[in-house]
Nanobody
C-alpha cells in the first residue's frame, strides 16, 4: 500500500524559512515523480514545485526564486526548502507522487502559515 508522510509545516514570520519533507513508501518502481502542491482558502490547488525521476525540476513562477525542491539518493524523499516566505504562501501543502505517469497519490496535507 502506498503511503505518503509529510512533515515540516508550521507557522513562520514573513521572510522566514520552512523545510517540508515528504517520504513515500510502498512504491516498487523508481520511475515516479514527486512534488508539492498547495491550496489556499477559496483558491484552486496549484503546483508549487515538482521533481521527476530524472531529477528535472519544475516550479511555480511565484516561488521559483525562493523555493528549492530536491530528492534524496533513494528517490523516496522529496524536500521543499522554502525561503523568504510571504503571507501569500499561506496554504495547505500537499505532497504528490505520480507513479509511472498514471498513478497519482496524495499526502494528507500540512498547513503552512506565514504571518507576523
Amino acid at each position: 500500500q502506498v503511503q505518503i508522510v509529510e512533515s515540516g509545516g508550521g507557522l513562520v514570520q514573513p521572510g522566514g524559512s520552512l523545510r517540508l519533507s515528504c517520504t513515500v513508501s510502498g512504491v516498487t518502481t523508481t520511475y515516479y515523480s514527486m512534488g508539492w502542491y498547495r491550496q489556499a482558502p477559496g483558491k484552486q490547488r496549484e503546483l508549487v514545485a515538482s521533481v521527476g525521476s530524472g531529477n528535472t525540476r519544475n516550479y511555480n513562477d511565484a516561488v521559483k526564486d525562493r523555493f528549492t525542491i530536491s530528492r534524496d539518493n533513494n528517490q523516496a524523499t522529496v524536500i521543499l526548502q522554502m525561503n523568504n516566505l510571504k503571507p501569500e504562501d499561506t496554504a495547505v501543502y500537499y505532497c504528490n507522487c505520480i507513479v509511472r505517469g498514471v498513478y497519482n497519490y496524495w499526502g494528507q496535507g500540512t498547513q503552512v502559515t506565514v504571518s507576523s
